[in-house]
């Protein structure tokens, strides 16, 4: 799947489940959209595809979860994540989506 295919399918899902979504334009600001529910919860999102998320990619979406004061943060990648994004996304609270739970959200939405 393209990157811009992954990014619409995310972005349906999200709108599909009641949130607002904005799409973050450029590739420096560590997130790729913001989806808001109601006003309550923000979520900065990372969309990986036809690539590994690393290390950097996690502390670029933290980073984007503060600079656009989000509630979450979560990393979506085509690809297995090493161990060392896991471990590192555990402990600074960034949620990974792999390629199984991304199927289950493409065939659902």
């Excluded at 899902?13 to 450029?26: A, C, D, S």
């Excluded at 590994?52 to 984007?64: G, I, K, L, N, P």
Aim: charged residues 30%; negative net charge.
């Amino acid at each position: 799947m393209l990157w811009k295919e992954l990014l619409q399918e995310v972005e349906n899902y999200y709108k599909n489940r009641g949130y607002h979504v904005q799409r973050i334009p450029g590739i420096d600001t560590g997130a790729d959209l913001l989806a808001t529910l109601e006003g309550v919860e923000k979520v900065s999102i990372k969309i990986c595809s036809r690539e590994f998320a690393s290390v950097s990619t996690v502390h670029e979406v933290s980073s984007a979860k503060i600079y656009y004061r989000c509630d979450r943060a979560e990393i979506i990648n085509t690809e297995p994540f090493s161990k060392e994004v896991e471990l590192l996304a555990d402990v600074i609270d960034v949620k990974l989506i792999n390629r199984n739970e991304l199927g289950n959200i493409v065939e659902k939405y």
